[in-house]
């Protein structure tokens, strides 16, 4: 299965993070490739209601989540 992930916002980064959460837990198929795209950067006001960290900062959204959730196979 192939899942496409547009916009890594306030909804987007939290769905990131479940949809690999339920990777890890077997309750999607572990060979599912999950590709996410935003062309945003990370700024500092948003990370009290975004799924980012002060590290993130200054990066783009989709390439700082790629980064995180590597190991369950997250493109961007």
Do not use: H, W
């Amino acid at each position: 299965m192939k899942l496409l992930i547009i916009g890594c916002g306030g909804t987007g980064s939290f769905m990131i993070e479940e949809i690999c959460r339920s990777i890890e837990q077997e309750q999607i198929d572990p060979n599912t490739e999950l590709f996410i795209a935003d062309n945003d950067l990370v700024e500092m006001e948003q990370i009290r209601y975004q799924n980012f960290t002060f590290e993130d900062a200054g990066l783009n959204k989709a390439q700082a989540l790629a980064r995180r959730f590597n190991q369950f196979g997250v493109t961007r």
